[in-house]
């Protein structure tokens, strides 16, 4: 009968009852155990605190994994000299151990060291005095009374993990004080928080601040947080069990005295309650304290190891492991003696129906206005129980009792049907992992599924995944990385692999090839490969795997000039330059891709290369004119000779025009050399600019007859040349001689340039001297417009007898004086 293994703690029933019968031959008297959380695996190794007996089993320490069952996972001989100050797990079943000397060590299940990182020189030198391991991250606090914090450990794993220390102890701890971690997804702060009894105060600190929390008399030996983060538990020297609130908000916190001198391993049974185990030689006790006056008292015949859980406790002896939690509501309203609830009616009268006894019609009768509340008890009753009988029972009560309601919705009772049968399967002794129904509510089928197969226990998962119809794809990829491992031939694996995985879709026979690469297994690699469907995760594999001929081909097949690029990259990167040449040539599309990946980079000496190889001198001369032109003008030798083999090139090719870019070039060549001597005359830089400035600023240097020279030399046009001289003269303000220059003879580029550089200057007086030698009429008016000279420019369009222009006039004028004549002008036109 199940009501008679509860027990009765203050308003409150709860079970002890036994989950496992342990496989395992461990001594918890002699070894170090810590159990994951959500019914993970158990991590034992001797204690090096206490004096063993020697023997054949232990000569040497050993690290242990167990399943919850005590069925040995993996197991590895641990270096003696590596002095563990922490051992816990964390998040995804994985075990952190923290050495002595600030080395922080992360294994998977097997044993198998996934990373390791260090906590800082700083760390290791002021030594850890204590440390506490959280789901993702750790707390040390060392002999200088330092807390040091690595907010998360996953981040090491890509490399980008973090080790801060957090703000200085608000006073000098008089003796080792006592602290506990409440997890960020708890805090306001979002960061981790540390409450910490120091010199009979509670404090609490964070990666910012130190606050006090409570003034406390005596100093607290004990204390830890419960699961939910919402409570604090604490032990103190007088003997005393407090349970706070983590808010702050406790004014009368719940307490119990036990009168005990020494101080016991505390831990929270769910959220409920809090165990206290005593370790003596002779009876090892439990007590659990709930509230107020609640608290029972258990004792033991052998030492035990506890693993607090979100809705119970885990107590794992050398023979045992129990599950101590909370009886459920719904589980007390059907099993409770003498009770005649509408569940309990409906319970017994399925009995009455499979003994064909008239009775079950009368007990359904009896509760038919309850009876929709009555099977739904039952379906959640059997979610809480472990033993498979129960369930059976309490679901054929609610199958047969929803056969009476005409609008049930069947949905919870499937569901739980399909939790209850993953449950009972990951719950087999062979599997152990003894996951209650409100432990998979919460951290859902997935990371199940996840736990199963770092577990290695793929057919399982599989079989789950089917069940439940959730994709598949992740199994079986771990399951094929698992597999390259082992020593099975190469092409007998191939064939295995892709025999069960070819006609799965969402495989991603890139990882699979990796893992074999890794394995150093490079030709199943490379078979694998050809069955990866994604080039974008076919290629770079490839690569890694020295693979460039095959990846470049996978590359210009897939169409993607992105992957083709990363290829020749990686090529350029790691073979000599010969064979990346002779490679890439064996390719049009590749060797195409790299002239326009040297084009866009600049990479001339590469460019140089290829078009030496396909004898292409045009665009030799090119790369030659770009390396000359790129060159700094004070390397005038090193510039003269890239333009001289520029022209070499250009010569040798057949097209006209290069040979037009030949002359130009040996233009630029005499040019830069004049200007080498100009500079080495005239002490001024002249080397790299165009002919237009070189001749501009000899002018303005009174370097006319050299300006001339060099007119004549390269033949420049007179247009350009006069606008060159009247621009240099005005900036000059050499007034004079521009008139003189005015005179010469008549001017190629008319008059207005004169008028043009004269206003730049902002001289009227000398713009007012070349206006009226324009012969155009409307850029005659437009300049006397712009000048203030109104009558001027009116008398202009009167004589031409423009009325147009005689409006442009008036609209710009100022001067009334004029406005009255331009209408005069405009009456005698209209005449």
């Not at 030492?303 to 599950?323: A, H, N, Q």
């Not at 073979?575 to 590749?590: C, I, N, Q, R, Y």
């Not at 008549?746 to 008059?751: A, Q």
């Amino acid at each position: 009968m199940i009501a008679a293994q509860w027990k009765i703690i203050g308003n409150s029933t709860y079970i002890k009852k036994e989950i496992y019968s342990m496989s395992w031959d461990v001594d918890l008297k002699q070894q170090v155990s810590v159990g994951s959380p959500f019914a993970g695996p158990i991590a034992v190794m001797r204690d090096s605190s206490k004096f063993v007996e020697m023997n054949s089993q232990n000569m040497k320490p050993y690290l242990k994994i167990f399943t919850a069952s005590g069925d040995l996972i993996s197991q590895m001989i641990w270096d003696s000299s590596k002095n563990i100050v922490a051992m816990d797990w964390i998040e995804k079943e994985r075990l952190v151990i923290v050495l002595q000397n600030a080395t922080v060590l992360i294994y998977n299940v097997f044993c198998e060291q996934m990373t390791q990182f260090s906590l800082g020189d700083i760390v290791r030198e002021e030594e850890i005095l204590e440390c506490k391991i959280w789901s993702d991250g750790i707390v040390v606090l060392t002999s200088a009374s330092n807390l040091y914090s690595v907010p998360s450990i996953n981040d090491f794993f890509v490399e980008c993990g973090r080790v801060i220390r957090l703000p200085p102890l608000p006073e000098e701890p008089k003796a080792r004080p006592e602290w506990a971690i409440l997890e960020p997804q708890f805090s306001l702060s979002q960061s981790i928080e540390i409450f910490i009894s120091i010199n009979g105060t509670l404090y609490l600190i964070d990666e910012d601040k130190v606050e006090s929390q409570l003034e406390a008399t005596e100093s607290i030996q004990k204390m830890v947080v419960s699961p939910c983060g919402k409570k604090l538990a604490c032990f103190d020297t007088k003997g005393t069990l407090l349970i706070l609130n983590t808010d702050g908000s406790t004014a009368n916190p719940d307490r119990m005295d036990t009168k005990a001198t020494k101080s016991p391993v505390l831990k929270w049974c769910g959220s409920d309650g809090v165990m206290m185990y005593w370790d003596s030689i002779k009876d090892p006790i439990l007590f659990y304290f709930s509230k107020g006056d609640s608290w029972a008292k258990f004792t033991l015949d052998q030492p035990v190891s506890l693993v607090t859980e979100i809705d119970g406790l885990r107590i794992v002896s050398d023979t045992t492991s129990e599950f101590f939690h909370k009886v459920s509501d719904v589980t007390i309203d059907i099993f409770k003696i003498g009770t005649t609830s509408p569940a309990s009616i409906l319970y017994d009268a399925t009995d009455h129906f499979i003994n064909k006894s008239p009775q079950a019609d009368e007990s359904i009768r009896s509760i038919n206005d309850q009876l929709e509340d009555a099977v739904n008890c039952c379906i959640l009753a059997a979610g809480y129980e472990f033993n498979g009988g129960e369930q059976s029972k309490l679901l054929k009560a609610a199958s047969f009792g929803k056969c009476f309601l005409e609008h049930y919705n069947p949905t919870p009772f499937v569901n739980m049907c399909k939790w209850l049968r993953v449950l009972n399967a990951v719950r087999h002794h062979e599997i152990g992992i003894p996951l209650s129904i409100q432990q998979y509510r919460e951290i859902g089928a997935e990371e199940l599924i996840d736990r199963l197969i770092s577990r290695r226990k793929h057919l399982l998962a599989w079989r789950i995944c089917d069940y439940l119809k959730i994709k598949s794809d992740v199994v079986l990829n771990h399951w094929a990385c698992t597999k390259v491992r082992t020593d099975i031939p190469d092409q007998d694996l191939s064939k295995i692999i892709i025999k069960k995985l070819e006609s799965v879709p969402g495989i991603s026979f890139a990882n699979i090839a990796s893992a074999a690469y890794l394995a150093g297994r490079r030709q199943l690699a490379t078979k694998l490969l050809e069955y990866e469907p994604k080039a974008a995760e076919q290629v770079p594999p490839l690569i890694k795997m020295g693979e460039s001929g095959l990846a470049l081909n996978k590359a210009i097949e897939s169409g993607d000039t992105d992957l083709v690029y990363l290829v020749l990259l990686s090529m350029q990167r790691s073979l000599p330059m010969a064979d990346f040449l002779e490679l890439t040539f064996s390719k049009v599309v590749a060797l195409d891709l790299l002239i326009s990946m040297c084009k866009q980079k600049n990479d001339l000496a590469l460019l140089r290369e290829i078009y030496h190889i396909k004898d292409q001198s045009k665009e030799m001369g090119n790369i030659y004119l770009q390396e000359a032109l790129s060159c700094d003008p004070s390397q005038l030798d090193q510039r003269i000779k890239a333009y001289n083999k520029s022209m070499e090139h250009y010569h040798h090719s057949k097209d006209k025009e290069d040979q037009v870019t030949s002359k130009f070039i040996d233009d630029q060549i005499k040019l830069e050399m004049l200007q080498k001597e100009l500079e080495t005359n005239l002490q001024d830089t002249f080397v790299g600019i165009s002919i237009s400035d070189t001749i501009y600023k000899l002018i303005t240097m009174n370097q006319a007859k050299k300006a001339q020279s060099i007119r004549s030399e390269f033949k420049v046009p007179d247009k350009r040349f006069w606008w060159i001289k009247i621009k240099a003269l005005s900036m000059m303000a050499d007034w004079e001689e521009l008139m003189k220059f005015s005179k010469e003879k008549k001017s190629p580029i008319g008059y207005e340039p004169f008028v043009e550089v004269c206003l730049d200057q902002k001289n009227q007086v000398e713009a007012l001297k070349y206006i009226p030698k324009i012969t155009d009429i409307l850029p005659k008016i437009q300049f006397y417009i712009q000048i203030g000279y109104f009558r001027e420019a009116a008398d202009i369009a009167f004589k031409e007898k423009n009325y147009d222009l005689l409006n442009l006039v008036a609209r710009k004028c100022t001067n009334n004086e004029v406005l009255n004549i331009i209408e005069q002008m405009k009456s005698q036109i209209r005449r």
